[in-house]
Nanobody, 128 residues
Framework: EVRLVESGGGLGQAGGSLRLSCAGS????????IGWFRQAPGKAREGVAC????????YYSKSVKGRFTIASDNAKNMVFLQMNSLKPEDTAVYYC?????????????????????WGQGTQVTVSS
């Protein structure tokens, strides 16, 4: 069974840090691109970062660039999102996804597609 499972969410403080993990099973990340998205209540799902597992290329949205870092551990089939300098506006459910088409589909931003394969999400709440 193909699965993506996020973990590491919880309550953080403004200015603090959290680290999210995305564990894949049923398929190897090699040859894929994995992205992190977030969705706040009443808002559209927003792509925040992604990584090409093979060559390590990354993308960050303007809202998180310089604060968040995406990395992969290919041996463990995991992708991480290190979130520093947290802000209350980072509060959202965070999802990892296997990106249909990889990073080639980027056109200035990371938009979710129905063809992406999603995890169940993990809640991140940042208090001020």
């Amino acid at each position: 069974e193909v699965r993506l499972v996020e973990s590491g969410g919880g309550l953080g403080q403004a200015g603090g840090s959290l680290r999210l993990s995305c564990a894949g099973s049923g398929f190897a990340f090699d040859g894929h691109a994995i992205g992190w998205f977030r969705q706040a209540p009443g808002k559209a799902r927003e792509g925040v970062a992604c990584i090409d597992i093979n060559d390590g290329s990354t993308y960050y949205s303007k809202s998180v660039k310089g604060r968040f870092t995406i990395a992969s551990d290919n041996a463990k089939n995991m992708v991480f999102l290190q979130m520093n300098s947290l802000k209350p506006e980072d509060t959202a459910v965070y999802y990892c996804a296997d990106l249909f088409g990889g990073l080639r589909r980027l056109r200035g931003s990371l938009e979710p597609l129905d063809e992406d394969y999603w995890g169940q999400g993990t809640q991140v709440t940042v208090s001020s």
